[in-house]
């Protein structure tokens, strides 16, 4: 068994968080299409996937975020849960359970971060971030 949560640290101004590589693609490691909007996303569009405790419901759905590392900040649309409380089904890409401080972001967060693929934090590195409210209507 692996470990679950259902809480994720306060929400406050620049909370901390690990950053963490997600494909939202359909067919990529994301697994089914993204909780908040029931549709898959392109490597190349800036959205991520928050824990459980952050994501409270979809209380953050559509909202943009500002995360911050090596020197750059980005914005990013929640449009999926990161789940913390089930893994290690087809619907999870059979991946375990995520921890309580995770941000899972596409390909093309990374890259405005600045963090290319051949780097050594490319997949897994320490951010803040912080809710920049709702994003733009789409459509």
Known sequence: HYPT?????????LVPAVLTLNSFQKGGHGGSPSACDGQYHQDSSRVV???TGWY????????LITLSANGKS??????DECDSMHGCAAEWDYQPPCKSDVVDA???????LGISSTSSS?????VT??????GPPSG
């Not at 409270?56 to 909202?63: E, F, S, V």
């Not at 596409?106 to 405005?112: G, T």
């Not at 971030?129 to 709702?134: F, L, Q």
């Open 5 to 13: 949560y259902n809480c994720s640290p306060p929400l406050t101004s």
């Open 49 to 51: 996937a928050i824990s």
């Open 56 to 63: 409270a419901g979809g209380r953050l759905c559509g909202h």
């Open 74 to 79: 980005v914005n990013a649309t929640v449009v």
């Open 106 to 112: 596409s390909h093309a967060v990374w890259e405005a």
């Open 122 to 126: 490319y997949g897994m590195m320490a």
């Open 129 to 134: 971030w912080e809710d920049a409210g709702p």
